[in-house]
């Protein structure tokens, strides 16, 4: 598992950005990176500089994927037609954790991993646990009955912090959820700034 979830709150310091727009986020009260030399103005950022950082945003939104199943979203996308940017967000939006999240089935990324690895989620009828699974059009998720009446979701669900995309229908009342397109780039409600081509750009090197 990577490091990432035990750094989870620091992320947002050494990135410089709130990468959730969680209100409380570190870097709401400290816009500058941590340690000794963080509030030092930085020097003008490189091409590769600019291009490790738009990765490092976009593999860190994501939570828990360590670099090689991030590297191999990456390949994926290559693979597929279209636009590769376009196509590595609509496979990081397909993972299971990521469709758990953005139906506010839970209050995190992080949580959404947990939640699927304990067994709490069904898709169409079968529980998965692998929150690496890509879910596709049409894909009914719902959380388990026995589930249903956990804080964390109940809570989660009461949030007005963000809303449900439109490219996913939820019942509220049911804890259901309907995955209903792969989203476009400009759909995705990203609290700061992403650049997916600059992140093809880092790995076409």
């Not at 290559?78 to 089935?105: A, H, M, P, Q, W």
């Not at 690496?132 to 949030?159: Q, T």
Request: net charge positive; charged share 30%; aromatic share 10%.
């Amino acid at each position: 598992m990577t490091k990432r979830i035990t750094a989870k709150h620091k992320i947002d310091r050494r990135l410089s950005v709130n990468l959730w727009g969680r209100p409380k986020s570190p870097f709401n009260l400290r816009k500058y990176r941590p340690g000794q030399h963080g509030q030092k103005h930085a020097g003008k950022i490189s091409d590769y500089g600019t291009q490790l950082q738009a990765k490092q945003k976009l593999k860190g939104y994501y939570g828990n994927l360590n670099e090689r199943q991030f590297s191999n979203c990456f390949k994926e996308a290559l693979r597929l037609k279209g636009n590769s940017g376009e196509n590595l967000i609509g496979l990081l939006e397909r993972r299971l954790d990521t469709v758990v999240y953005r139906s506010k089935f839970v209050p995190t990324v992080f949580s959404a991993r947990q939640f699927i690895n304990h067994g709490h989620v069904k898709v169409n009828g079968k529980r998965v646990n692998i929150a690496s699974y890509m879910v596709n059009e049409g894909d009914v998720i719902e959380v388990r009955d026995k589930s249903k009446s956990l804080a964390i979701v109940i809570e989660s669900m009461k949030s007005a912090e963000r809303d449900v995309p439109g490219y996913i229908t939820v019942d509220e009342k049911k804890l259901t959820s309907t995955f209903v397109r792969t989203p476009e780039f400009a759909e995705v409600p990203y609290a700061t700034q992403m650049d997916p081509n600059l992140v093809i750009e880092y790995y076409s090197r």
